[in-house]
């Protein structure tokens, strides 16, 4: 079985950052694709950043610029910089990863519990 956790979430005020992440564990063989996305009270869930095993990164045009998706390929770890927060930032972050298990032969989707993001003054 595979978990992700996530940490790093919080209140901040308009202008500030944070600093989200998103550790895997449990039998994991490989990751392909990681993400963040992020869904805000009365809305849809959607996507804040991707990011693909070879770099590549995808962003929602309401954060390019202000928000960094990176991962530690060695410590299983995903990260996402938030700065510039904005209020309507507010909304609980997920993460999101396709991993294949050990001994398995597919991917399967995983998702983190969430952490609360409140920007505020």
């Known amino acids: 079985q595979v978990q992700l956790v996530e940490s790093g979430g919080g209140l901040v005020q308009p202008g500030g950052s944070l600093r989200l992440s998103c550790a895997a564990s449990?039998?994991?063989?490989?990751?392909?694709?990681v993400g963040w996305y992020r869904q805000a009270p009365g809305k849809q869930r959607e996507l804040v950043a991707a990011?693909?095993?070879?770099?590549?990164?995808n962003y929602a045009n309401s954060v390019r610029g202000r928000f960094t998706i990176s991962r530690d390929n060695a410590k299983n770890t995903v990260y996402l910089q938030m700065n510039s927060l904005k209020p309507e930032d507010t909304a609980v972050y997920y993460c999101?990863?396709?991993?294949?298990?050990?001994?398995?032969?597919?991917?399967?989707?995983?998702w983190g519990q969430g952490t609360q993001v409140t920007v505020s003054s």
């Open positions: 999101n990863a396709h991993v294949r298990a050990k001994y398995a032969t597919y991917f399967s989707d995983y």
């Open positions: 990011m693909t095993n070879d770099g590549g990164t």
């Open positions: 449990g039998s994991i063989g490989s990751i392909g694709t």
